[in-house]
């Protein structure tokens, strides 16, 4: 074996682990992109979600204008839909320190 084919033999060997490196970084990427993609449905969900509890609360608002105690009602239901919705953000939020 010359000079010249131990150099291109090693440059070969070089360029396929720089190639199985890019390949296992691609696939972590990959799995990420799945994770947050998975992430964006779910909020878009909750967003969704959300925006049909407020389309409710004005209707039973408007339904309730002239009646104290039904508007009373609904802002205690309010309220406690507040509550569960700090105690959720709460409980998923994640509160270690990027590196």
Excluded: C
């Excluded at 409710?56 to 609904?74: C, G, R, T, W």
Aim: zero cysteines; aromatic letters at 4%.
């Amino acid at each position: 074996m010359t000079l010249l084919e131990v150099f291109i033999l090693v440059a070969l060997l070089w360029i396929s682990y720089q190639l199985q490196t890019l390949s296992k970084g691609y696939k972590l990427m990959a799995a990420d992109l799945t994770l947050i993609l998975a992430k964006v449905e779910a909020n878009t969900t909750l967003v969704g979600s959300i925006s049909q509890l407020l389309d409710n609360i004005h209707a039973e608002l408007i339904a309730a204008k002239n009646d104290p105690v039904a508007v009373q009602a609904i802002a205690d239901k309010i309220q406690a839909n507040n509550d569960a919705i700090v105690a959720a953000v709460t409980r998923n939020t994640d509160v270690t320190p990027a590196p």
